[in-house]
């Protein structure tokens, strides 16, 4: 299992588990960003900087993840991307995307969007909570796990 982390926007206490998970299983871990990030010195972590643009590190993503894999993403488009690949996506706040599950996300994702582009106010995520934190925790131990 290789675990890729949409790193743009994932937020920094979801990553400093992530740098633990790794360093104990020995996972190799990759950060998709388009900026420079910083990484801890263990050879299995690594970030890889892509260009700026839209999708593009979504894309990479997409591209290099393998059946089996996990990706960490809160962008259901790319988590549905990953799944048909026959990977795992799971969002910094715990959720679990599956095949049985992420039609519906990506249907309310597109129903909210389409809300937005015609000026309904529908609000932002609710702020990360210690709550999600501890979620993701839980559920990413789960997954290891199981591997």
Not at 1 to 23: F, N, S, T
Not at 37 to 53: D, M, Y
Not at 70 to 82: R, Y
Not at 107 to 132: C, I, K, Q, Y
Request: hydrophobic share 45%; with cysteine; net charge neutral.
């Amino acid at each position: 299992m290789h675990i890729w982390v949409d790193a743009d926007a994932c937020p920094g206490v979801i990553k400093e588990i992530l740098y633990r998970a790794a360093q104990r299983t020995r996972l190799p871990l990759t950060l998709v960003a388009n900026q420079w990030l910083k990484t801890p010195p263990f050879p299995n972590i690594r970030a890889v900087q892509v260009p700026k643009g839209f999708d593009v590190a979504d894309n990479h993503i997409a591209d290099q993840i393998q059946p089996g894999d996990l990706a960490i993403t809160a962008d259901i488009p790319l988590a549905a991307m990953v799944i048909e690949k026959g990977a795992l996506a799971l969002n910094p706040r715990g959720e679990l995307y599956t095949r049985e599950n992420i039609r519906q996300a990506l249907d309310m994702r597109n129903f909210m969007d389409t809300l937005r582009s015609s000026g309904v106010e529908t609000g932002g995520p609710a702020s990360f909570s210690h709550a999600d934190r501890q979620a993701f925790a839980n559920q990413l131990d789960r997954l290891l796990a199981r591997r």
